[in-house]
């Protein structure tokens, strides 16, 4: 006698599968875990924390680069520029900060002292200039 035995598709099997409901619940954990994982060293998410830090550097650069404009204008109003933009060439990189600052080009108006961020910054734009 012949049986005819049709083959079991694979939904069939997959019902016919009994998953324990611990198994099911560390699967999805390690699902959860393994996308975290990802997104944060592969993905660009980041914290709220990160995400802040990011923003006022971000700000805080802006601030700086439209200041250091305000900087380089000073600087050319200077009658003695030229002669003093020689002298900036001549010093080492870590001086020509200070060097600007003495010359209050980094001394914003309404302030009284000098933003060194703004110093450093409007050095390396006038060293640019110089080239």
Request: some cysteine; hydrophobic content about 40%.
């Amino acid at each position: 006698m012949v049986q005819n035995k049709e083959k079991e598709g694979v939904g069939k099997r997959l019902g016919k599968a009994k998953i324990s409901l611990k198994a099911l619940l560390w699967s999805c954990v390690a699902c959860i875990v393994l996308t975290m994982i990802i997104g944060f060293t592969l993905g660009g998410w980041v914290t709220d924390g990160t995400a802040q830090e990011m923003v006022e550097e971000s700000a805080e650069k802006a601030v700086v680069d439209r200041l250091a404009a305000i900087c380089i204008a000073q600087f050319k109003q200077d009658p003695e520029k030229a002669k003093k933009l020689e002298e900036l060439e001549k010093m080492d990189s870590w001086e020509r900060s200070g060097y600007v600052e003495k010359q209050d080009w980094a001394t914003m108006p309404g302030k009284k002292e000098p933003n060194s961020a703004v110093a450093e910054k409007c050095a390396k734009l006038l060293m640019k200039m110089s080239d």
